[in-house]
């Protein structure tokens, strides 16, 4: 803009740089994980700092961070982690693909490791992720505002980020495989000077799917769209080839003979078709590679569960043709989506937090197909962009995403527990989240009444559906409590003199020690029962009881921690493999523990530590 000053000189107000506007949009957009953290703690009238791991009801996270504590302490956790006294072919980590602590390990290496280390890498993750989306999209302030609303009212987002579940990690690598790949899509329109960024974002999309395939199989799914991208290669490859043959027969001797037009077509008709193939077998290569390194580390890195990770018995009805396998596969997911139904059903009415997902889960797709719908009826599916490219790629994408998020709601109804599953059909809210703000910046022909209307309904959504927080085991936050910071603390103190972790051999069994997830009641007189409900009922003779295991975040670094039930131990009390017990005093096992003469080497009101080497 142009203005006259009073002594007649032009001065001249330069608009913002580009890049500072990307760079103000992109910090903007890395505060919104922090500031959904942030409200959902102050709401409970508590600061960040409050939050403490071992308040929590969840109890993979205790496995969790307990093996990434050991990988920091010795390489590797020092005691073999699984289930029932399983363990793995080699090393010793539990049920999940030690892929996963990955960031936490590096995180712990640099910066050290306490209980509140991976909620502040879980923070830290999802800013930077959040930031590299921002300045790549560049959202319009509009979609910045709606994310933030719709993330900051999603209730899990930020329990999973105040825990040390994977979870956030895995929503950190979604957000930024989003923005390379919308980056991509943008990059393939321009000129060829973009294609080293091109390359870079593609080799970035499809290293972020192969890890987070290592992490969990089905995540597979996202590396169809940039291997396709691959195979593809880029239409303008094949224009600059025949350019550069048009200049070399204009630049050659007139004297040479000229090729005729047939055989300048050739030669880059022929490079293409070869390139095709080339990147087809790399495609097809790492896919192989993938898969048997997933293979890998499930068979020999990976423990055993107490039971099947996956459901496939509709699977194996096609065993018995395919009439059974159809009507097996048609039955189970019938089922299952009659459980989702009344589970969504029960959301709405704000009673059932597993509900809340795939309420969230089908409304972020349907407002996904609704967008969609409206951007092809637009224009008639070519839409511009700001610069006046093409935004067909949006839409291809887009597309991809609803493809992808069928897939995983089908493979949840038919291979997860349906309760569980949420949580992986979540990832998919958050992606279909960050995809919308991406598309609906650069569809500037669409009449904005429309798309306020799907701005508008998708806040409304999230805010009235995922705010709910009905259930307090999955939305309760963890906060510190003076009882039991103390019964932890207490209980660290006297295991690090009595239990110690053994260099000689790790990992082995003789540093591990067996977490009973639950025990029978001894008698009448065992006062505070350990539940997770913490209630101060007494259980009567022969009741179920659960070992309060949170105090297992005291023991030393490196302790293997092996999960077992009340009926394996009690099966195999004589041979059990790990050195040391972890008991309910006044249970069952605790009588048979003093009965074998196991030395008591740490307890609390809640939990007993013995020692079965020394009697």
Not at 221 to 236: A, F, I, K, Y
């Amino acid at each position: 803009m142009i203005k006259s000053t009073e002594s007649g000189k032009i001065k001249v107000n330069k608009p913002m740089p580009d890049l500072v506007k990307r760079l103000l949009v992109a910090g903007v957009v890395a505060l919104i994980p922090l500031l959904a953290v942030v409200l959902s703690t102050a709401l409970d009238g508590h600061l960040l700092g409050s939050v403490y791991l071992p308040a929590s009801e969840w109890n993979d996270e205790l496995l969790y961070y307990k093996m990434t504590e050991g990988v920091l302490k010795s390489g590797i956790p020092g005691g073999f982690y699984g289930f029932n006294e399983s363990r793995a072919l080699r090393l010793s980590f539990a049920a999940w693909s030690p892929v996963i602590l990955l960031p936490w390990i590096v995180w712990g290496k640099i910066f050290g490791w306490t209980l509140l280390s991976p909620v502040i890498c879980n923070i830290v993750l999802l800013m930077i992720a959040c930031f590299i989306y921002g300045y790549l999209v560049r959202p319009g302030w509009l979609q910045v505002a709606a994310l933030a609303v719709c993330y900051c009212n999603f209730g899990f987002f930020a329990r999973f980020t105040l825990s040390a579940m994977p979870e956030a990690i895995f929503f950190s690598m979604l957000i930024v495989y989003i923005a390379c790949m919308v980056r991509v899509y943008a990059l393939e329109k321009q000129g060829k000077g973009e294609r080293i960024k091109h390359g870079i974002c593609l080799g970035i999309a499809i290293l972020l799917a192969v890890l987070l395939t290592w992490m969990r199989p089905y995540y597979l799914l996202l590396l169809g769209l940039p291997l396709w991208q691959l195979v593809r290669g880029e239409g303008r490859r094949t224009k600059d080839l025949k350019g550069k043959a048009n200049s070399s027969v204009e630049s050659a001797d007139k004297t040479t003979e000229i090729p005729s037009a047939e055989s300048r077509e050739e030669t880059p008709r022929k490079r293409k078709i070869s390139g095709q193939w080339i990147r087809l077998i790399a495609a097809a290569v790492i896919v192989l590679t993938t898969l048997v390194i997933y293979w890998i580390l499930g068979h020999f890195y990976s423990a055993e569960y107490l039971e099947d990770l996956y459901y496939t018995d509709w699977l194996k009805a096609f065993a018995k043709g395919p009439g059974a396998g159809f009507s097996s596969f048609f039955a189970k997911l019938r089922d299952s989506a009659s459980q989702v139904k009344a589970m969504c059903v029960t959301a709405l009415g704000g009673g059932h937090g597993y509900g809340t997902q795939y309420v969230c889960f089908l409304a972020v797709t349907a407002l996904q197909l609704l967008h969609l719908l409206i951007s092809l009826l637009g224009n008639g599916i070519r839409v511009r962009l700001d610069r006046g490219k093409t935004a067909g790629f949006l839409i291809g994408l887009q597309l991809q995403l609803l493809c992808l998020s069928l897939a995983f709601f089908i493979a949840d109804l038919l291979m997860y527990r349906l309760p569980q599953g949420g949580r992986h059909t979540m990832a998919m809210v958050l992606a279909g989240l960050f995809l919308f703000a991406a598309t609906d910046r650069h569809m500037q022909e669409i009449p904005q009444i429309l798309r306020g209307v799907v701005i508008a309904s998708l806040c409304l959504a999230m805010t009235v559906v995922g705010a709910k927080k009905a259930d307090p085991y999955l939305f309760a936050n963890p906060y510190r409590t003076e009882a039991l910071k103390t019964q932890v603390e207490t209980l660290q103190t006297d295991l690090e003199g009595t239990l110690k972790l053994d260099r000689a051999m790790v990992p082995s069994w003789e540093n591990t020690v067996i977490w009973m997830i639950s025990d029978y009641a001894q008698g009448d007189d065992i006062g505070d029962n350990g539940t997770l409900t913490q209630t101060d009922a007494v259980p009567a003779h022969g009741d179920l009881i659960i070992q309060r295991w949170q105090l297992y975040y005291a023991l030393p670094k490196g302790i293997g921690i092996n999960l077992c039930t009340a009926d394996y131990v009690e099966e195999h009390f004589d041979e059990l493999h790990a050195r040391y017990i972890g008991v309910n005093p006044g249970s069952v096992t605790d009588a048979r523990c003093e009965a074998a003469g196991y030395k008591r080497i740490a307890e609390t009101k809640n939990l007993r530590i013995y020692d079965r080497k020394n009697r």
